[in-house]
């Protein structure tokens, strides 16, 4: 079971992502968050690298993510089924597929992501 504010945090989260909103995303982050880095593997650390990711990827690339389920896993964590679509910066779609995301969160703020697919 979730807890009904770490559902809002993501849901607020997702929204903010989705407009482009990076100040409102990484408002709900640890300031020392470890993040996936998506497009060129490995991991990023902090709000200054995560912001700067994302700037990368947003320049190459038009994701938009829809949490669709919430549950908790057996460690803790918070699993999110997500409705991703992503498109080039024509607007083809390059992949639609369901992924999950994977969170730790931490005094009411993300510490943490995965991604599984």
């Given at each position: ?81 997500v409705h ?22 931490e005094d ?10």
């Amino acid at each position: 079971m979730t807890r009904p504010a770490d559902r809002e945090l993501l849901v607020k989260t997702y929204a903010a992502f989705n407009a482009r909103d990076v100040d409102a995303t990484l408002a709900a982050m640890h300031p020392d968050v470890d993040w996936p880095d998506g497009m060129e593997g490995g991991r990023v650390r902090g709000h200054p690298a995560v912001r700067d990711y994302w700037t990368r990827q947003w320049s190459r690339i038009d994701p938009h993510v829809e949490p669709r389920g919430f549950a908790a896993d057996e460690r803790g964590r918070i699993v999110v089924d997500v409705h991703q679509v992503v498109r080039d910066r024509g607007g083809a779609v390059l992949a639609d597929r369901m992924v999950q995301h994977v969170y730790v969160i931490e005094d009411g703020l993300i510490r943490s992501m995965e991604i599984k697919e």
